[in-house]
């Protein structure tokens, strides 16, 4: 949503309430991609919010320190509660080049935004079309993670969303065929990020965020490791697992019949993530009868391609690939 230039590496963050993860991607091809893992202290970070400032920066800047990372540009996600997502039409002889400009101007007119002050991206898959996909964000949402990433020592030069760096890792792996349509579903230990892709376009966009008091997962160091422990009861967290997995039906119903009037539905669904929990995951997928086909990344899908990695990195690696691959494919 906003960048700078330079930079001898790079540095790709996820800043999780329960992970900080770091992805080092050297820029002279072939060098080895580094993934630096931290469990976060409780208490810092809750519901993509900073809740501790000093606490969570003097943490922040500490491993960035540990892991050399000074001075370096990163990228990080906008936090996933913030996002949204519209559709919009625009006159003909608006370029592609020109639709973030004509997105500034209308902002209040004939598009409306529930917040104000946000950043923005446009993204333009079929010119010509008079057609256009908005991505928003309340500019202090996204600022404030900036903020404590420049005072812990980095120089925050990307953010983006979750949802279209995992696009992009599925579409450098050659993952989606044309003219089908994808759930992509990535499983964190707070919450559900959906997306429906089709074609280079990003269709539907939700996060689902987690009950606390179902139970959560939390992260903890041991030694270099990081191992998680769920907090709470395990059948109240798999029943809040059960009623996500009946939402998505619900997601893919409204996707067919009320956004394409039942010409098109999903063909495939592609989970994938962090969760702890997610061969639980996989069964209630697999057992859905009304379910399209079901892909679960596993971490020797990922290691494939990027030793060292797995399927709680696919949209880190996706942001690491920002400039290399096109959402739209290209």
């Keep these: 949503m906003f960048r700078k230039r330079g930079s001898r590496q790079v540095?790709?963050?996820?800043?999780?309430?329960t992970v900080l993860r770091a992805l080092v991607r050297p820029r002279?091809?072939?060098?080895?991609?580094?993934l630096y893992e931290a469990a976060v202290p409780s208490g810092y970070v809750e519901d993509d919010v900073i809740k501790d400032e000093i606490g969570y920066f003097t943490w922040l800047k500490d491993q960035i320190a540990a892991w050399g990372l000074k001075r370096d540009q990163v990228r990080y996600f906008v936090p996933d509660s913030a996002v949204m997502m519209k559709a919009i039409e625009h006159p003909e002889d608006v370029k592609p080049e020109g639709l973030k400009g004509y997105v500034q101007m209308e902002l209040g007119r004939s598009i409306q935004l529930p917040f104000e002050n946000p950043l923005l991206d446009v993204y333009d898959p079929v010119p010509g079309d008079q057609k256009a996909t908005l991505f928003a964000a309340p500019a202090e949402e996204v600022m404030r993670f900036a903020n404590v990433l420049d005072d812990a020592g980095v120089d925050p030069v990307i953010a983006d969303l979750r949802a279209l760096s995992s696009i992009r890792y599925f579409t450098k792996r050659n993952y989606f065929q044309k003219e089908k349509?994808?759930?992509?579903?990535?499983?964190?230990m707070t919450g559900v990020v959906v997306t429906i892709y089709r074609d280079g376009q990003v269709e539907f966009l939700r996060y689902q965020p987690f009950e606390r008091e179902n139970g959560m997962y939390r992260a903890y160091s041991e030694g270099e490791d990081i191992a998680f422990r769920l907090e709470g009861d395990v059948e109240s967290y798999r029943y809040q697992l059960s009623e996500q997995v009946t939402e998505l039906e619900r997601m893919m119903t409204f996707y067919r019949f009320s956004i394409h009037k039942g010409d098109i539905a999903v063909e495939e669904i592609i989970a994938f993530g962090e969760s702890p929990e997610l061969d639980y995951i996989d069964s209630l997928l697999q057992d859905n009868p009304s379910f399209p086909p079901v892909t679960m990344i596993r971490d020797e899908d990922v290691r494939k391609f990027y030793n060292g990695f797995g399927t709680s990195d696919v949209s880190l690696i996706g942001l690491a690939l920002k400039g290399d691959v096109h959402e739209s494919g290209d």
């Design 11 to 17: 540095v790709s963050m996820d800043l999780h309430e």
């Design 181 to 188: 349509s994808y759930l992509l579903v990535e499983w964190l």
């Design 28 to 34: 002279d091809d072939g060098d080895d991609w580094l």
